[in-house]
């Protein structure tokens, strides 16, 4: 539960104090910007190139979870024939905050089990590791 709250709110899945993107989700041109390190604890938010690619499985998985959900619901209450224009008109409302829950589902479960170490120890000892 204690993870819950850091989560909702885009901080860092190491401390939960620094921010995790460097704009406000209402800036929808730059709402995805994702800052390089946790201003507080310095963890690396993309410990390697590409890292984030994997957000789109997680952001795919969601549009496909809120389509079935939503179509089901339209189904039952008898609105289905409203379904093709209500689910579009929803994911495109909702998708800013669709996208940086997949990048946040990449920091808070993929980061610390490919990347224990650097997830455990931080940023700095990673590379003082490395170069040594």
Known sequence: MSRILPFLNSRCPRCGKGPVFKNKILSFKKFS????????????????TGFFFGAMYW???MLVGMTVIMSVAMYFLG???YAMYAIPAVILFTLPWVFRFGRLLMLYIVYPLMYKDQFQHGVRDHHLHNNS
């Open 33 to 48: 910007d994702t800052l390089d390190e946790c201003p507080k604890c310095h963890l690396d938010y993309e410990p390697e």
């Open 59 to 61: 952001t795919y998985a």
């Open 79 to 81: 609105y289905f024939d």
